[in-house]
């Protein structure tokens, strides 16, 4: 198989939901590719992108952790490796992150990503929700927002672009090749943001 091998970072959280998003992309953009789970160094190295999912980002950071992942995963995304982070995979990539009832969380965090976020900013479970948002993406105008037990970007250092708002939040940053997103877009039944995301990785089609 030719194309990009985007890689879902697969240790906790919706991961079978974003290879099922990437398999829809590629058929919406009509390229070849494949899709790898990333549990350790060699998946890491391999990859021409990567996901990180929502799900729970302090079990995502012990468990990357315990892999011994972190610092190559940090590394190629330093060096240009296209990556999204959704919910939780936008909190692993934060420079910075805190609770919004605990505060500091002294959580393990990739940190290239150069934002400070506030974790269930918008409340707890039951403060989950949906809205439909303006994302400032090439092709993109109305989008789907999924919010679960989500957080928000409270500060952005320089180099990074917000993406969306809602109400005063902001909840979707570019920095360069890093796209990180408060809301769940494998959820969303758009594959704008993962048909972006292979278009990063392959920028010269198919
Ligand atoms: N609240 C979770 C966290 O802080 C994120 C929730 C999600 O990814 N849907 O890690």
Redo the contacts with the bound molecule.
């Keep these: 198989m030719s194309g990009t091998i985007v890689g879902v970072l697969g240790l906790q ?1 919706d991961i079978e939901e974003h290879l099922a998003a990437l398999d829809m992309a590629r058929s919406r953009l009509g390229v070849e590719g494949e899709s790898t789970l990333v549990k350790g160094l060699e998946d890491v190295k391999k990859i021409h992108a990567l996901i990180i999912p ?5 079990v995502i950071g012990a468990l990357s952790s315990i892999k011994g992942i972190l610092p190559a995963l940090r590394e190629r995304i330093d060096n240009g490796l296209p990556t999204l982070g959704t ?2 995979g936008m ?1 692993m990539l934060a420079k910075k992150a805190q609770d919004r009832v605990v505060g500091e969380t002294n959580q393990t965090l990739i940190g290239a990503l150069d934002i400070t976020v506030e ?2 900013s918008f409340g707890r479970q039951a403060e989950s929700f949906e809205a439909d948002l303006k994302l400032n993406l090439p092709g993109s105008g109305s989008f789907h927002g999924v919010f ?4 928000s970007v409270k500060s952005l250092g320089e180099g990074v672009e917000e993406l969306a708002r809602l109400d005063n939040n902001i909840v979707a940053v570019q920095q360069g090749r890093i796209i990180g997103t408060a809301f ?1 877009p494998e959820l969303s039944g758009s594959t704008l943001l993962h048909e972006y995301l292979i278009g990063l990785a392959n920028p010269y089609g198919k």
């Design positions: 959280g929502g799900g729970e980002s302090t919910c939780a909190i974790r269930n679960i037990r989500a957080p769940h």
